[in-house]
């Protein structure tokens, strides 16, 4: 089975060239792209308030903790509001899905809760993805999916891929994108390429430390998880991109257990497979 997030695409012979629901790897694409706009001076830097660049909503900005918010604490989601993500992504109960059904996602973002001090602790929030999104198509003046066409996929030789939308049309960011495997393993080249001539070196340098701790074994940086010695996006369903400097090793996996709570199959792949294998070779 395929699905286009929660819709069924039905029975789907998959091959190199099908598109695929990356899910929440969308969100590190997302990041990227926010650092190509930063580098044309079109979007703020992370230190900037991040209230500041959405003067539409004033009475958000009393609470002092709200008001101390910045664009880093958006893209490290260390945002301190009150999000889950722990209910079914079929449910309204989680927030991203409260946050698509809304007639206004950023404003219901900004308006949760203040849980805590931002940038204390990494909260797992694709609202954070949606307003760093919103500051790009501000910022550069267009559709989140045409700005990624122009200025990443298309310079990578990526000339198929969608982009899903809400009911406003305007992009899913944190969970919409659809690449195939070759594709979304240029993505992962690019970055352990250093960002060639497309993603500023220096945007790459910032966004792959980690800036806040996940667990004991690795922590997040802007839209990309950490490693000791990786680097990876994650998504829904078992999406895994894997890249390892060390190694000049860049792996894509993708499945189709979306929603299903236990989803061994890229860890399996990676742990069980392709790095033994890489460091059998090596040996």
Not at 175 to 182: A, V
Not at 190 to 213: K, M, Q, T, Y
Not at 244 to 268: C, H, I, K, R, S
Request: proline share 6%.
């Amino acid at each position: 089975m395929d699905f286009r997030l929660n819709e069924s695409l039905g029975h789907v012979r998959f091959t190199p060239d099908t598109l695929h629901d990356v899910r929440s790897i969308s969100k590190s694409v997302v990041g990227l792209l926010y650092g190509i706009a930063l580098a044309d001076g079109q979007v703020p830097e992370p230190a900037e308030p991040l209230l500041g660049h959405f003067p539409e909503y004033p009475d958000l900005g009393v609470d002092r903790r709200r008001a101390a918010l910045t664009v880093e604490h958006a893209l490290t989601m260390t945002l301190g509001l009150e999000w889950n993500e722990d209910a079914p992504y079929t449910s309204a109960a989680n927030s991203e899905v409260a946050m698509e059904l809304a007639p206004d996602r950023v404003r219901y973002v900004l308006e949760r809760p203040v849980a805590e001090e931002p940038g204390v602790r990494w909260s797992y929030c694709g609202g954070a993805s949606a307003l760093v999104a919103r500051l790009i198509e501000r910022g550069t003046g267009a559709a989140l999916a045409d700005y990624a066409r122009a200025r990443l996929f298309e310079p990578l030789g990526i000339t198929r891929f969608e982009w899903s939308t809400g009911a406003d049309g305007v992009a899913m960011a944190a969970s919409g994108l659809r690449l195939t495997p070759r594709d979304l393993l240029a993505v992962g080249r690019l970055v352990l390429d250093g960002g060639r001539d497309l993603v500023p070196a220096s945007w790459l340098a910032a966004a792959l430390r980690p800036h806040v701790r996940v667990s004991d074994d690795f922590g997040y940086g802007y839209h990309w998880y950490v490693g000791d010695t990786w680097t990876g996006a994650f998504g829904n369903g078992g999406q895994r991109l894997y890249l390892d400097a060390t190694q000049d090793l860049a792996v894509a996996v993708l499945a189709g257990q979306y929603n299903q709570p236990d989803q061994p199959t890229a860890p399996v792949v990676l742990g069980e497979v392709v790095l033994p294998g890489v460091e059998g070779t090596a040996g």
